[in-house]
């Protein structure tokens, strides 16, 4: 079956960076994209920004350009999101979520990664 | 971007029940409305996409409806695994967009 495993929560420190991993299993990793999403109580849910693991093509939510990197491993189905200039607006949950194949949902999530940016 | 409007925001009712949330978008997005489930604990569930389409697994309970801008998600006989928070999201366009989320409790 499909799973999306991120990793671990985060406390981090302002003016730093952070890297997020989702290992994906069940499925052909390069098969379908990989998404990004922030959810605050504030915000809501937003998307970052999307990653095809075949080619590591990637878009971004102009909200969240130069704020987020999407990289993929293929070699380990993982996906990563680095996170760069933290401040505490960056402290929230984090989801990866799978892109179906047309007419392009999310089919699947991860159970997403807490980060809290704080001194 | 479109906005997505979702209300109620809040909800309360009885097991047995009927429900209805509802989620307007700020543009057409065609039929392309998905809806999810959020529960403690559990990664969130796409219940339906593009405005009516059940989801593998989704009990027939749930339902969708609407296109262009107006849509609706219907749990008809509300069961005690139903109470959660819905989410609706456009899948017409870049960047994808979420309402705000419902929350449904028991009554």
């Known amino acids: 079956q499909v799973q999306l495993q991120q990793s671990g929560a985060e406390l981090v420190k302002p003016g730093t960076s952070v890297k997020l991993s989702c290992k994906a299993s069940?499925?052909?990793?390069?098969?379908?994209?990989m998404n990004w999403i922030k959810q605050t109580t504030g915000q809501g849910l937003e998307w970052i920004g999307i990653?095809?693991?075949?080619?590591?093509?990637?878009s971004y939510n102009v909200k969240f350009k130069g704020k987020a990197t999407l990289t993929v491993d293929k070699s380990s189905s993982t996906a990563f999101m680095q996170l760069s200039s933290l401040t505490p607006e960056d402290s929230a949950v984090y989801y990866c979520?799978?892109?179906?194949?047309?007419?392009?949902?999310?089919?699947?999530w991860g159970q997403g990664v807490m980060v809290t940016v704080s001194s | 971007d479109v906005q997505m409007t979702q209300s109620p925001s809040y909800l309360a009712a009885s097991p047995g029940e009927s429900v209805s949330i509802s989620c307007k978008a700020s543009?057409?997005?065609?039929?392309?409305l998905a809806w999810y489930q959020e529960k403690p604990g559990k990664t969130n569930k796409l219940l339906i996409y593009?405005?009516?389409t059940l989801q593998s697994g989704t009990p027939s309970r749930f339902s969708g409806s609407g296109s262009g801008t107006d849509f609706t998600l219907t749990i008809r006989s509300l069961e005690p695994e139903d109470f959660a928070v819905y989410y609706c999201?456009?899948?017409?366009?870049?960047?994808?967009?979420f309402g705000s989320g419902t929350k449904l409790e028991i009554k």
């Open positions: 543009k057409s997005i065609n039929t392309y």
């Open positions: 999201q456009q899948h017409n366009e870049y960047p994808f967009t």
């Open positions: 979520a799978r892109l179906s194949a047309l007419p392009y949902y999310f089919d699947y």
């Open positions: 069940g499925y052909t990793f390069t098969s379908n994209h």
């Open positions: 990653i095809n693991p075949g080619s590591g093509g990637t």
């Open positions: 593009s405005g009516s």
